[in-house]
């Protein structure tokens, strides 16, 4: 009768074409970097399943170097990020314990909306690069000198944001926000109610959750010269142009679903598709909904990389604690100058 860890080594070779390896472990695959650690569930016998930790060794190779029980992976709150915590690693194994570092999960499958979005990840998946660039809102009510949204030096950003269309992206979105008339933030649909002052808490009519959004001025009116996207952006780049927050009762800041996640924009499944690994999101404003677009594509699985040079704040005092937040979510805040970007220049000579 095999051991479990000669099932699971039956079963990754047959997956991978490897071969066990007699001291450095199984080689899975190829394309980290060394020092980089990443934990995965793997289905072994009939509903049985356990997780392997793969570690990349100096050759820039995985290796499947240990296994340990079903808890070796642990959710951590929402955002699709899993903290691989020190658990005794199965019997059957005979493995000691092991204290295994935070990492990030990319590929989710289609059933995102489960807590464990990056259980079950592809060996593929999780050695593959296929970047995509979500422009968010780049829109003359979001830009100066007559947006009645106008983020401070917003317009500033588009020469850098048209250079990046211009790298070897996967896929390169741009989102729209496109209201109705009467859209549930704008300050003029409550009595009594003032921009930028005011608050408004929205309570789903079914389950009873609520949500508190900021109240706005009139902006993005479908259709309207507010809403079009900056006539400086290189729309001939764009492969898709995404339109949210058409439903008048909610608030949409992600560009992949509104707070209650009912109104989902299809992103999600459009990044699945096309075999997205990694999202990078540049855009207006970073305070809100650059902020929410990031988050949700961590949260769904999605490394995720906001390139802080190429959007800017609706608040500018509040860039650095935004910044922050962002990073205890597992999402990557750095310049479009930094190596973050080398990866995906390096797919043109592929």
């Known amino acids: ?6 099932t699971l080594l039956l079963v990754l070779a047959a997956v991978t074409g490897a071969a066990a390896a007699p001291a450095g472990g199984t080689r899975i695959g190829h394309g980290c970097g060394p020092g980089e650690y990443m934990c995965s569930s793997y289905q072994v016998i009939s509903d ?3 997780d392997g930790l793969l570690t990349c060794n100096s050759q820039g190779e995985w290796i499947l170097s240990a296994f340990c029980n079903r808890d ?3 959710d951590e709150t929402r955002q699709g990020r899993k903290v691989a915590c020190q658990q005794t690693a199965d019997p059957t194994a005979g493995l000691a314990s092991a204290s295994f570092r935070p990492h990030l999960f990319a590929g989710a499958p289609p059933s995102t909306s489960l807590p464990h979005a990056a259980d079950n990840i592809s060996l593929a998946a999780m050695t593959a690069f296929n970047p995509a660039l979500i422009v968010v809102d780049l829109q003359e009510d979001f830009c100066p000198p007559h947006g009645s949204l106008a983020v401070p030096d917003g317009r500033s950003i588009v020469p850098l944001i048209n250079s990046l269309l211009t790298l070897p992206f996967a896929l390169r979105i741009a989102t729209r926000d496109w209201h109705p008339p009467d ?3 704008f300050a003029h649909t409550h009595p009594s109610a003032a921009p930028f002052t005011s608050c408004h808490t929205i309570t789903h009519p079914r389950t009873g959750q609520q949500y508190t959004t900021t109240l706005w001025p009139a902006h993005c009116v479908a259709d309207t010269p507010g809403a079009q996207l900056l006539p ?5 780049r764009v492969d898709r142009v995404l339109d949210k927050g058409r439903a008048v009762d909610r608030e949409m800041y992600s560009a992949f679903t509104d707070p209650f996640g009912e109104s989902d924009s299809g992103l999600g499944a459009l990044l699945r ?6 999202v990078y999101v540049v855009g207006l404003a970073l305070d809100y909904c650059v902020r929410a677009t990031a988050e949700d594509a961590a949260r769904l699985g999605f490394r995720t990389v906001v390139l802080g040079d190429a959007t800017r704040a609706v608040s500018p005092d509040t860039y650095e604690q935004v910044v922050e937040e962002l990073k205890s979510h597992g999402i990557d805040v750095v310049l479009s100058t930094s190596s973050a970007l080398e990866k995906v220049r390096a797919l043109a000579y592929t």
């Open 1 to 6: 009768m095999p051991t479990l860890k000669a």
């Open 48 to 50: 049985r399943e356990t």
């Open 72 to 74: 070796c992976c642990r």
């Open 183 to 185: 859209h549930v933030s």
């Open 232 to 236: 400086e952006l290189d729309m001939m």
């Open 273 to 278: 598709r096309e075999g997205v690994t990694d």
